[in-house]
């Protein structure tokens, strides 16, 4: 029996498309092993898709399950995006302040890779404000 691809998964959504195709009734398997990108780490993880097939007779309906799972999943990442656009531009706003004041003093040149970690902490600090701020708050 002639199998379709309908879906390449990264590894860490691999097992949930499987499963949400199996659940459906749907026949998947995949083209690459698995297991392959369990060696792999990094970037090279994060690039590395695996080729999801069905019998060519499921096709249609395995690609309306994994289009609606995507639209689903698109809500999450839409709304993951909005609340973090405030904190980059907020560190964004600040480093280049800091670039700025690195310039002036002549040490722009040497500070390159400080004002990197610099813009990191005060990223994820100011992305997880709220977490922080209802951390204090209990403590106190």
Known sequence: MESVVVY????????AVLGLLRKEGFNPTTLENPSSAD??????KAAYLISI????D????AR??????????LGEVNTITVKLVGPFLLSIVIIA?????????????DA?????????????LAAN????????????
């Open 129 to 140: 404000a709220e977490k922080l701020m209802r951390k204090i708050r209990k403590s106190s």
């Open 58 to 61: 499921e096709e249609s309906g």
């Open 8 to 15: 390449k998964a990264n590894p860490e959504s691999l097992q």
């Open 64 to 73: 309306s399950v994994l289009r609606k799972w995507d639209q689903e999943h």
């Open 39 to 44: 060696v792999l780490s990094g970037a090279g």
């Open 97 to 109: 302040v800091l670039a700025l004041v690195f310039l002036l003093a002549g040490i722009l040149s």
């Open 112 to 124: 390159a890779a400080f004002l990197f970690v610099i813009w990191l902490v005060v990223f994820a």
């Open 53 to 56: 097939t069905v019998p060519a």
